[in-house]
């Protein structure tokens, strides 16, 4: 069965430090991969997504990901950190027209 | 502007009452899906629908049920045998090759 891990549940990092988001999935075929932000109380925006092709892809908000498939791994980075990135943020796997699994989110603090 | 509409955005609920919460989208799109979103849970899939008169079901679907009788619409009712329906819950939209999902702005639901 397809799965989604966001091993960090809560970061923190200052304003203007460089960020990475870590997520793993598992998925039996080549998955879709999709990264999502969530800021309270709000619904989810899409950052970016890998179908195929270059495994770094750029996303909204001067996001990117990497996809290494030898890891399983799609990571969210961002070279410098703003505080209104301070948010939820989902990683999703699918494919085709299965529907996307998400995983358990990872909270984003930024500290002055 | 197309989108994707959820209301209400708060809604309070007695015990024993079956509450049906409204998801309507104009861009078009095939498919749409119910997720419940709980702290520290993530996204659950409850049902999605992937043509007009046609749903699966999800991961969590007791106590709930959908109906999709027009493209733009598909709206979720919680009923009284949903033993825990506090949550947040969002409805998203995907149009063809599924590509990343449109989502709601959600509804957070109380059993008062």
């Known amino acids: 069965a397809q799965s989604v891990t966001q091993p960090d549940i809560h970061i923190t990092v200052s304003e203007g430090a460089s960020l990475e988001l870590r997520c793993n999935y598992s998925y039996g075929a080549t998955p879709y991969l999709f990264w999502y932000v969530q800021s309270p109380g709000q619904g989810l925006q899409l950052l970016l997504k890998?179908?195929?092709?270059?495994?770094l892809v750029q996303g909204i908000k001067g996001f990117e990901a990497e996809f290494k498939r030898s890891q399983s791994s799609f990571n969210l980075r961002k070279p410098s950190v703003h505080w209104s990135d301070a948010a939820e943020y989902f990683c999703a796997v699918g494919a085709g027209n299965t529907p996307l699994v998400f995983g358990k989110g990872t909270r984003l603090s930024v500290i002055a | 502007d197309g989108g994707i509409t959820q209301s209400p955005k708060y809604l309070f609920r007695k015990e024993g009452q079956n509450v049906t919460l409204s998801c309507e989208q104009n861009?078009?799109?095939?498919?749409m899906y119910w997720y419940r979103q709980d702290p520290g849970q993530g996204l659950r899939l409850i049902y999605y629908s992937q043509i007009v008169n046609d749903f699966q079901k999800g991961d969590i679907a007791e106590g709930y049920s959908v109906s999709r009788e027009k493209k733009e619409s598909f709206p979720l009712t919680v009923t009284s045998a949903q033993k825990n329906p506090t949550a947040f819950y969002l409805c998203a939209s995907a149009g063809v090759g599924y590509y990343g999902y449109t989502f709601g702005s959600g509804t957070r639901l109380t059993v008062v």
């Open positions: 861009l078009n799109h095939d498919a």
């Open positions: 890998y179908f195929s092709g270059d495994t």
